[in-house]
């Protein structure tokens, strides 16, 4: 009588119960994992190209984001440019000033350069018609130009040119040599030249060694309307530093 071993059994017939179950419960598992990781794949991908984000949350930091995005809100006008400071005003006080001079050796010049030099204003100098000599200013000489001059009340010496629209300033320096205690009687002429109503005047002059004197107050008779303010003597080499101090103790605000 033959008999057979389990394994021609399987070969003969199938394998046995037992084997099958294995392999159908392997089947299963493998499955229901394939299932798990296609739905996982599904969840994760969404819609569209695989990179893409997701959806923002409603009411999260990357909501609030996209409706900026969508929608900006308008730009803040942009800030005004700082304001410039206050440029300092120039002695004087911002009124216009002209220095007028007549400087026959060019002492009284110096001085209304020096002038110049710190003030924001003109310069003009009174030039006569007809230049002095030296002989003309020779005060020994009684038969001089300007010895004649000066004895003569009623002397004007003509001026070379004139200023161009007088009216424009508001104060004045008027500078001059003084000739025999006195403003000499060229500043006559140019005071008596122009209207100097509701303008201030503020006289100053040059000598080796003779003071402003009363030459200021004579004039002030001949610019009625004028306001005069007190004069000062200088010599011809006095330094810019003395001027200024003397410019800063004036009121030209007035």
């Not at 100097?196 to 002059?205: A, D, N, Y």
Request: glycine letters at 10%.
């Amino acid at each position: 009588e033959r008999t057979t071993d389990q394994g021609d059994a399987c070969r003969l017939g199938g394998p046995p119960a037992g084997i099958r179950g294995v392999r159908r419960m392997k089947r299963i598992v493998c499955l229901f994992w394939a299932l798990t990781l296609s739905f996982t794949l599904a969840a994760c991908g969404g819609p569209g190209r695989g990179d893409a984000s997701p959806a923002p949350v409603p009411g999260s930091e990357a909501s609030s984001f996209a409706v900026s995005q969508a929608f900006p809100a308008s730009r803040p006008a942009p800030a005004a440019p700082p304001k410039e400071e206050d440029a300092p005003e120039p002695d004087g006080g911002g009124r216009r000033i002209l220095i007028a001079y007549f400087s026959a050796t060019n002492n009284t010049e110096n001085i209304a350069n020096h002038l110049q030099g710190f003030l924001d204003a003109d310069l003009y100098e009174i030039l006569p018609e007809t230049p002095y000599t030296a002989e003309d200013l020779d005060y020994n000489d009684p038969e001089s130009r300007s010895s004649r001059e000066m004895d003569d009340p009623d002397a004007r010496p003509a001026i070379s040119g004139g200023v161009e629209k007088i009216e424009q300033y508001e104060v004045i320096f008027l500078g001059y040599p003084i000739w025999w205690g006195e403003a000499p009687k060229i500043i006559h002429t140019f005071l008596e030249s122009y209207d100097f109503t509701g303008k201030t005047i503020v006289p100053f002059c040059t000598s080796a060694s003779s003071p402003l004197g009363s030459s200021a107050v004579k004039l002030q008779e001949l610019a009625g309307g004028a306001s005069w303010l007190e004069g000062r003597r200088f010599a011809g080499g006095d330094a810019a530093a003395q001027v200024q101090a003397w410019v800063d103790s004036l009121d030209l605000n007035g």
